[in-house]
């Protein structure tokens, strides 16, 4: 199998019997260099192997220059293409790291990455079958994201974008000193170019906005960073007593936390308590999965996991209370080992297929 990988971090992968084959980091494929190297790595992997693929995977987004040149590759060739969901490639490239063959569920936390409902996903509970399949079993809160891709850009939109959501968007001019931040709340009164995401990583971003550490960025996760580092400066802190709450439809809200940041002084100390809460809103929600399915094993992927923090507290966490915790090993939790997930996915698919 071909595996084209996804946007940002771009990695390929190619499968031969067990064995599979991961390039290096390509990059994010916005640059018409990087995309030359995308397409170099996929011939060269082939081309080591002395074989054609039987079946080309790629990212469910259908703009990523990695899945067009899958869905191209594969119709010169005429081979079957197969799409799958970037958030079921982030627990499944654990999956595969691990060797299970067994459901587990899984928390994918990152940016954003497609849903299967056209919507911004990237904070996720997945229940994830052994047959290639996996189901949605629930999602962080929906944040609006006032003025699109530039929102993940700028903190301070989603800060807006929090205070909007508690009913305070009447403070967002005076709170802001940004020269478009009457704009931005009369966007969010109106649902105007504010589309929503199930995003961990616009959490963090809300989170920075409102403590005042970070309201535009110049790198990605400039803002997550700089969150976590201040939290470790701090040191440990106990969790919001009811910082977060449980919906009915298996939803995680951290609106409760966030009311108190946005009226926290202490940065270092809000960096902290969103830290801790996060991580003990996370252990709850999976017990409460867990409950529901009987499944104890808890695969954790996405790029917020680089967040040691979030990922030794949550696994302290979870096998306290007596789950098995998988997380990534040789591979990067983000997106670089998304193209290992989609093969996973697809040999799965494949033996449940063949042993049907």
């Not at 019997?17 to 390039?23: K, N, Q, R």
């Not at 926290?264 to 017990?287: I, P, R, S």
Request: hydrophobic letters at 45%; charged letters at 20%.
């Amino acid at each position: 199998m071909l595996s084209c990988g996804a946007w940002l971090k771009n990695s390929v992968c190619v499968t031969q019997g067990d064995a599979a084959f991961v390039s290096e980091c390509v990059g994010d494929l916005d640059t018409p260099a990087a995309c030359t190297a995308h397409e170099k790595a996929c011939q060269d992997l082939v081309a080591t192997l002395q074989s054609e693929p039987a079946l080309v995977v790629h990212d469910l987004h259908p703009d990523f220059f990695s899945s067009r040149f899958a869905a191209r590759y594969a119709g010169e060739r005429g081979l079957p293409l197969l799409a799958v969901q970037h958030h079921h490639a982030h627990i499944a490239a654990v999956m595969a790291e691990h060797g299970v063959l067994e459901p587990v569920l899984g928390v994918a936390l990152d940016g954003i990455g497609l849903g299967t409902d056209g919507k911004g996903w990237g904070g996720e509970l997945l229940l994830v079958g052994s047959d290639g399949s996996f189901a949605r079993f629930g999602h962080l809160r929906e944040l609006a994201l006032p003025g699109g891709d530039r929102a993940a850009r700028e903190p301070w939109r989603m800060a807006a974008s929090v205070l909007h959501a508690m009913g305070r968007g009447g403070e967002i001019v005076a709170r802001f000193a940004e020269p478009g931040a009457a704009t931005i709340a009369q966007m969010l009164d109106k649902d105007f170019n504010s589309p929503l995401t199930s995003s961990c990583g616009r959490w963090f971003d809300a989170a920075a906005g409102l403590l005042g550490i970070c309201t535009k960025m110049k790198f990605e996760a400039e803002a997550a960073i700089a969150l976590e580092q201040l939290a470790a400066a701090h040191g440990p802190v106990a969790p919001l007593e009811h910082g977060f709450v449980l919906g009915d439809e298996g939803t995680l809200d951290l609106l409760p936390l966030m009311m108190v940041l946005a009226g926290t002084k202490d940065a270092a100390y809000g960096a902290a308590l969103f830290h801790h809460t996060l991580v003990q809103g996370l252990a709850v929600w999976v017990e409460r999965a867990a409950e529901q399915t009987g499944l104890r094993t808890v695969a954790l992927g996405g790029g917020c996991f680089l967040n040691r923090i979030l990922s030794r507290g949550l696994t302290d966490n979870l096998e306290s209370m007596g789950f098995t915790v998988l997380q990534s090993r040789l591979l990067s939790p983000g997106d670089a080992a998304i193209s290992l997930g989609q093969a996973y996915v697809a040999l799965l698919r494949w033996r449940s297929e063949s042993c049907a």
